[in-house]
């Protein structure tokens, strides 16, 4: 779910690669086309989701038989999302949350995961038809991160992180080098929730059979299969980095130019060395000192 622009981006990825996979799969006389879709994609409005939607419009115009399913988080040794939120549990001491925490996704095994989509395969009756596929539990963001704590034995306070701050945090430590946990993209998603609509069948029961692995019970297997790195095993290289800011002149006082620089971080944030003209700060250099 992250892009690295120019080569991977979304639009390359679930668009253009969905497009040439159906033409192969024309090709070889496939007979059903089975498509990984998310949750929410319908109503979503980042460009992760509407990358989806789009390949959603491509494989419905498959000549043979196709099927969509659209998955709620998958959760699992090394995923992207619980693996994320379990290692900052583990190791900070602080976990911050996005907002209140208060968004909502619906976790699904990835061993349910693999049975539906195979049962997708020759399963009758769900040709042509979009299956919306989850765990049965609806849970926040922040209840996850307190049973991983409970299941975990380690308690440390969570922060709320304004979302509007998260997403500058993301930014500048992309830019920087550090690398952030997770993506602008999957940000992004979190705000638009990963949930089945109310009034919508979970497939995963209703049409394909599958009796969902309850979080009591996956979240601790999870948990004793998810790898730990232990402190030997080191996060790389450690490189220190001070940036220096010099303005001359300036019509700012020292307040004004803080809120500035504020409303401003992602323009004013160095790869290296950045010169930024404005009106009302005539000259700022921002410099990377080794």
Same mark, same amino acid.
């Given at each position: 779910?992250a892009?690295?622009?120019?080569?991977?981006?979304?639009?390359?990825?679930? *668009?253009?690669?969905?497009?040439?996979m159906?033409?192969?799969?024309?090709?070889? =006389?496939?007979?059903?086309?089975?498509y990984?879709?998310?949750?929410?994609? $319908?109503?979503?409005?980042?460009?992760?989701?509407?990358s989806?939607?789009?390949?959603?419009?491509?494989?419905?115009?498959?000549?043979?038989?196709?099927?969509i399913?659209?998955?709620?988080?998958?959760?699992?040794?090394? $995923?992207?999302?619980?693996?994320? #939120?379990?290692? #900052?549990?583990?190791?900070?001491?602080?976990?911050?949350?996005?907002? =209140?925490?208060?968004?909502?996704?619906?976790?699904?095994?990835?061993? $349910?995961?693999? +049975?539906?989509?195979?049962?997708? *395969? $020759?399963?009758?009756?769900?040709?042509?038809? *979009?299956?919306?596929?989850?765990?049965?539990?609806?849970?926040?963001?922040?209840?996850?991160i307190?049973?991983m704590?409970? %299941?975990?034995?380690?308690?440390?306070?969570?922060?709320? *992180?304004?979302e509007?701050?998260?997403?500058? =945090? %993301?930014?500048a #430590?992309?830019?920087?080098?550090? =690398?952030a946990?997770?993506?602008?993209?999957?940000l992004?998603?979190?705000?638009?929730?990963?949930?089945i609509?109310?009034?919508?069948?979970?497939? %995963?029961?209703?049409?394909?059979?599958?009796?969902?692995?309850?979080?009591a019970?996956?979240? @601790?297997?999870?948990?004793?299969?998810?790898?730990?790195?232990l402190?030997?095993?080191?996060?790389g290289?450690l490189?220190?980095?001070?940036f220096?800011?010099?303005?001359?002149?300036?019509?700012?006082?020292?307040? +004004?130019?803080?809120?500035?620089?504020?409303?401003?971080?992602?323009?004013? #944030?160095?790869?290296?060395?950045?010169?930024?003209?404005?009106?009302?700060? @005539?000259?700022?250099?921002?410099?990377?000192?080794?």
């Amino acid at each position: 779910m992250a892009e690295d622009p120019p080569e991977t981006t979304f639009e390359r990825v679930n *668009v253009d690669g969905t497009r040439v996979m159906l033409l192969e799969a024309t090709r070889a =006389g496939v007979h059903r086309f089975i498509y990984v879709s998310s949750l929410g994609a $319908d109503r979503g409005v980042s460009d992760y989701h509407r990358s989806k939607v789009a390949a959603e419009a491509l494989v419905r115009l498959f000549s043979r038989e196709w099927v969509i399913v659209r998955l709620g988080a998958v959760y699992g040794p090394g $995923d992207e999302h619980l693996s994320v #939120m379990l290692r #900052m549990v583990r190791t900070l001491p602080v976990v911050p949350s996005v907002g =209140g925490g208060d968004q909502r996704l619906q976790p699904v095994w990835h061993e $349910d995961v693999a +049975k539906a989509l195979a049962l997708s *395969v $020759d399963r009758p009756n769900i040709a042509g038809r *979009v299956l919306e596929v989850a765990g049965t539990e609806v849970v926040t963001q922040r209840a996850l991160i307190e049973r991983m704590q409970s %299941l975990t034995g380690r308690r440390v306070p969570t922060v709320p *992180v304004p979302e509007f701050l998260a997403a500058i =945090g %993301l930014r500048a #430590m992309n830019l920087s080098g550090i =690398g952030a946990p997770i993506a602008e993209g999957q940000l992004d998603m979190l705000r638009e929730e990963n949930v089945i609509a109310d009034g919508v069948p979970n497939a %995963l029961v209703s049409d394909l059979g599958v009796d969902p692995t309850p979080l009591a019970e996956g979240l @601790p297997r999870f948990l004793d299969e998810q790898e730990i790195q232990l402190p030997d095993d080191g996060v790389g290289a450690l490189h220190q980095k001070t940036f220096a800011v010099d303005v001359r002149p300036s019509t700012y006082d020292a307040a +004004k130019l803080f809120e500035y620089v504020r409303d401003h971080l992602l323009d004013l #944030m160095p790869a290296s060395w950045i010169r930024i003209r404005s009106n009302r700060i @005539p000259l700022i250099y921002m410099k990377e000192r080794h």
